[in-house]
């Protein structure tokens, strides 16, 4: 008598990894641990929504001094800038610190994800909620400020993945001069400050000084918002708004610079990142 075995299949068995799987798994494994994360939710959504109100406040200031400021167009920028500031940046490199010190990092090392993948997969999560409130921020903005519609958007999507490259790579830089999550207020404030005080955010490149607002265009993070702004209403404060074409000419500088400083933030990033704690 012959006996029929049956071998249970497990569900999914067969199916190549492939990177995009496996990042979808770790994005899955990090949303779950963001969202157990009340301090981390607080800062990704509440946190940059309250700076928003002071963004208002402290452009309609400047407006007084200033009668050609577009309060309504800065305000969805800076707004925008934030957002990607503290979720992506701030956010992650909290993330990071914390996985390191859980020992996730070394032990997802010794499978089948690469480097690269295990850092873009802790960071789809945050990546992914920035860019929702960016569009739910563009189009609330756009509805209830009677917005144009952008002049070039290929500008504000190059200016966007110039932002959230470079803030992932300074993330992953920032984690390796953090010891502990708790410290990772104190670690990331300069790149923040800057962010916000010297990208044209709270204060526009075109009220301060000429020196001060050319050094100010060399900051990491200046290019890739000043394309945002420019592929939406078609200036960067610099000059009187264009059409499409005249928008590239314009957006020259910005795309070199911030390149520049997305390939020498990567590469600081490769060279310094740590993969297990301090000892």
């Known amino acids: 008598m012959s006996t029929a075995a049956t071998t249970a299949v497990p569900q999914g068995a067969g199916r190549p990894s492939t990177t995009a799987r496996r990042l979808l798994a770790l994005g899955r494994a990090e949303a779950v641990l963001l969202l157990r994360n009340r301090t981390a939710l607080f800062t990704a959504l509440l946190l ?131 010891r502990t999550v708790e410290s990772a207020g104190i670690t990331t404030m300069p790149v923040l400050l800057v962010t916000q005080f010297g990208s044209g955010l709270f204060f526009p490149l075109e009220i301060m000084p000429d020196r001060l607002a050319d050094a100010c265009r060399l900051l990491p993070t200046t290019p890739a918002f000043q394309l945002l702004r420019l592929g939406w209403f078609g200036t960067d404060g610099s000059a009187a708004p264009t059409g499409f074409a005249g928008t590239w000419a314009t957006a020259a500088p910005h795309l070199l610079t911030g390149t520049a400083w997305f390939a020498l933030a990567v590469w600081g990033a490769v060279r310094y990142f740590r993969w297990e704690p301090r000892r």
């Open 48 to 178: 940059p929504l309250l700076l928003v109100f002071g963004l208002k406040n402290a452009l309609t200031e400047q407006a007084k001094g200033n009668p050609g400021l577009d309060v309504d167009s800065l305000l969805v920028n800076g707004a925008v800038g934030m957002v990607l500031a503290f979720v992506v940046y701030y956010n992650l490199t909290a993330a990071y610190v914390a996985r390191r010190g859980e020992l996730v990092l070394k032990r997802l090392r010794t499978g089948e994800a690469r480097d690269a993948e295990i850092l873009a997969g802790t960071a789809v999560p945050s990546v992914g909620l920035a860019l929702l409130m960016c569009t739910v921020i563009g189009g609330v903005g756009a509805f209830a400020l009677d917005l144009a519609a952008p002049v070039n958007p290929l500008l504000m999507a190059a200016g966007l993945v110039l932002a959230v490259g470079t803030l992932m790579a300074l993330a992953a830089l920032s984690s390796a001069f953090t």
